[in-house]
């Protein structure tokens, strides 16, 4: 079970790591580290943003790890010179700019982890929390690394396509979501959790937390990804719990969602 007290001591100063390449961030607990808790950030924000959610799972005695999905904070690309520019340049054709950032980022996980447990000596289930983009990540990476058994997708989805996705700003207009590059559908095909259902067959635990009226993830993703475990596999462990009345947006409060995927992955 989690403690979700006070700490009572501190946190030891977070700890900055360049693996190779990846841009990680690690906030250990004030004693003794009981597992990992990773935590992949939402579009257009970086693994400092995600400080707060690290320092929270660090109250509850884990080493809390976020590292910059690919083209994101320190791994910005020159053309994207502020968040204006690049969400115009990934809007522009969703599925060919923005597949490829969920697959990169999502292959790195275990990459991640296996840096995380050798500089720490942890060896433990993962618990992991994915924030919008991140939770869409989150969802690919716990069906590939069986070392991650239990997520919170945060008005996140497993389907990439996104039918009848509207978009961020105003959630009344229907995105044109573009088309797929060889590229973008190379990791498409290799990683989208509604095509690999398999890999979920293990029964994980998926918590989805989505917003009651978030219309820039549509909701029905999960609950198709969830309907389909249970008819395949008889898998009771994917959960859908919607905050009534929230919004996409919303959820940048972090206190927003914080305790209830606490509480959802502490259910058993």
Same mark, same amino acid.
């Given at each position: 079970?989690?403690?979700?007290?006070?700490?009572?001591?501190?946190?030891?100063?977070?700890?900055?790591?360049? &693996?190779?390449?990846?841009?990680?961030?690690?906030?250990?607990?004030? $004693?003794? @580290?009981?597992? @990992? *808790? &990773?935590?992949?950030?939402? !579009?257009?924000?970086?693994?400092?943003?995600? &400080?707060?959610?690290?320092?929270?799972?660090?109250?509850?005695? !884990?080493? $809390?790890?976020?590292?910059?999905?690919?083209?994101? $904070?320190?791994?910005?690309?020159?053309?994207?010179?502020?968040?204006?520019?690049?969400?115009?340049?990934?809007?522009?054709?969703?599925?060919?700019?923005? *597949?490829?950032?969920?697959?990169?980022?999502?292959?790195?996980?275990?990459?991640?982890?296996? *840096?995380?447990?050798?500089?720490?000596?942890?060896?433990? %289930? @993962?618990?992991?929390? =994915?924030?919008?983009? =991140?939770?869409?990540?989150?969802?690919?990476?716990?069906?590939?690394? /069986?070392?991650?058994?239990?997520?919170?997708?945060?008005? =996140?989805?497993?389907?990439?396509?996104?039918?009848?996705?509207?978009?961020?700003?105003? #959630?009344?207009?229907?995105?044109?979501?573009?088309?797929?590059?060889?590229?973008?559908?190379?990791?498409?095909?290799?990683?989208? %959790?509604?095509?690999?259902?398999?890999?979920?067959?293990?029964?994980?635990?998926?918590?989805? @937390?989505? =917003? $009651?009226?978030?219309?820039?993830? %549509?909701?029905?993703?999960?609950?198709?990804?969830?309907?389909?475990?249970?008819?395949? !596999?008889?898998?009771?462990?994917?959960?859908?719990?919607?905050?009534?009345? /929230?919004?996409?947006?919303?959820?940048?409060?972090?206190?927003?969602?914080?305790?209830?995927?606490?509480?959802?992955? #502490?259910?058993?």
């Amino acid at each position: 079970m989690f403690d979700t007290s006070k700490p009572t001591a501190t946190f030891p100063e977070p700890i900055r790591h360049n &693996l190779d390449g990846i841009p990680v961030l690690a906030q250990p607990p004030a $004693g003794e @580290i009981r597992g @990992i *808790w &990773l935590h992949v950030p939402a !579009y257009e924000l970086s693994k400092e943003d995600a &400080l707060p959610v690290l320092q929270r799972a660090a109250r509850l005695g !884990y080493l $809390g790890v976020s590292f910059d999905p690919w083209m994101m $904070g320190a791994r910005t690309i020159p053309e994207d010179t502020d968040d204006d520019t690049r969400r115009a340049r990934i809007f522009a054709n969703f599925r060919r700019n923005f *597949w490829p950032i969920l697959g990169q980022t999502a292959i790195e996980v275990p990459r991640v982890l296996d *840096w995380a447990e050798a500089e720490f000596g942890i060896h433990a %289930p @993962i618990t992991m929390t =994915g924030h919008s983009m =991140g939770g869409d990540i989150g969802v690919v990476a716990i069906g590939m690394d /069986k070392r991650i058994t239990r997520l919170a997708a945060v008005v =996140g989805t497993p389907d990439w396509t996104r039918p009848a996705a509207r978009d961020l700003e105003t #959630q009344t207009t229907f995105m044109d979501l573009g088309q797929a590059d060889w590229h973008a559908r190379f990791f498409h095909d290799a990683l989208d %959790p509604m095509t690999h259902p398999e890999r979920y067959a293990h029964g994980p635990r998926i918590a989805f @937390i989505l =917003g $009651g009226d978030d219309e820039h993830v %549509p909701r029905n993703g999960a609950e198709r990804f969830r309907t389909d475990l249970v008819e395949r !596999y008889g898998l009771e462990s994917v959960t859908i719990t919607y905050l009534d009345g /929230k919004t996409h947006m919303d959820f940048m409060d972090y206190d927003l969602w914080w305790d209830e995927a606490v509480a959802q992955l #502490q259910a058993q």
